[in-house]
């Protein structure tokens, strides 16, 4: 299976998508993730990435396609199944990423969209902490789920950290590049009858299953 996830930063996108990945034996393929990793490591592509992530705008297309090609070749090759996230971004991203899986005979098959109020996002992405720890997928929000201590890691007991990216200001600046850069992708996947809207203000167990039921009967067409 070959899907695409959306929604907007704070719509629970990537605990979906994990989700998502268990049940449907995909591999997470996350732009974001990627790309902040290679600002960790201070590679090329990371050190080009850094102001404009830090800023909430989008890292030109020529980057990620690049990293994204290399990544689905290898595993389309391999008979993996994939769970885009974060990508495509915009519209050319989207005809690429159309283009290189009809070369691969992969087609997507399902692309399920987060729809939530933007205002219910500020408290979301500002509260949110993340363990600091690579290795642990610790995520915690200081408003509706805090660590036990302040500060640290339930799981591991490491640091907790904000994003880079999670505050009021940028959050701002990111949705206006989803309202305006990645919303008329919906409306292209639409078109190819893929796109499975999904409310998501509920718990995160009611979104999951609306997210499988949607995709299971989706793949069924
Ligand atoms: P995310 O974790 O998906 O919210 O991505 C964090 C940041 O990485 C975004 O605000 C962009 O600056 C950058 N980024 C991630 N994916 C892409 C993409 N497909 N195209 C351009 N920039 C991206």
Same mark, same amino acid.
């Given at each position: 299976?070959?899907?695409?996830?959306?929604?907007?930063?704070?719509?629970?996108?990537?605990?979906?998508?994990?989700?998502?990945?268990?049940?449907?034996?995909?591999?997470?393929?996350?732009?974001?993730?990627m790309l902040r990793e290679a600002v960790r490591n201070q590679t090329e592509l990371g050190k080009e990435a850094q102001s404009v992530m830090s800023a909430g705008k989008l890292v030109s297309n020529e980057l990620v396609c690049g990293i994204v090609k290399?990544?689905?070749?290898?595993?389309?090759?391999a008979g993996k199944g994939i769970l885009?996230?974060?990508?495509?971004?915009?519209? =050319?991203? !989207?005809?690429f990423l159309s283009d290189t899986?009809? @070369? *691969?005979?992969?087609? &997507? =098959?399902? !692309?399920?969209?987060?729809?939530?109020?933007?205002? @219910? *996002?500020?408290?979301? &992405?500002?509260?949110?902490?993340?363990?600091?720890?690579?290795?642990?997928?610790?995520?915690?929000?200081?408003?509706?789920?805090p660590s036990k201590e302040e500060g640290k890691c339930d799981k591991c007991g490491s640091d907790l950290v904000q994003r880079k990216d999670d505050n009021e200001e940028t959050l701002r600046e990111r949705l206006?590049?989803?309202?305006g850069q990645t919303m008329p992708?919906?409306?292209?996947?639409?078109?190819?009858?893929?796109?499975?809207?999904v409310a998501a203000s509920g718990s995160v167990n009611d979104i999951r299953d609306s997210l499988i039921l949607g995709i299971a009967e989706k793949v069924k067409d």
């Open positions: 299976m070959i899907a695409v996830i959306f929604g907007p930063p704070g719509s629970g996108k990537g605990t979906q998508a994990a989700a998502l990945c268990e049940r449907f034996g995909m591999t997470h393929v996350s732009t974001g993730d290399d990544k689905v070749s290898a595993l389309v090759a885009f996230d974060g990508f495509p971004r915009n519209l =050319d991203q !989207a005809k899986l009809d @070369e *691969l005979n992969a087609p &997507i =098959d399902a !692309a399920p969209v987060l729809e939530i109020p933007h205002e @219910e *996002l500020v408290k979301r &992405i500002c509260g949110r902490r993340l363990c600091s720890n690579a290795d642990c997928d610790g995520a915690y929000n200081v408003y509706f789920m206006e590049v989803y309202d992708i919906l409306e292209y996947y639409g078109e190819k009858n893929i796109l499975i809207r």
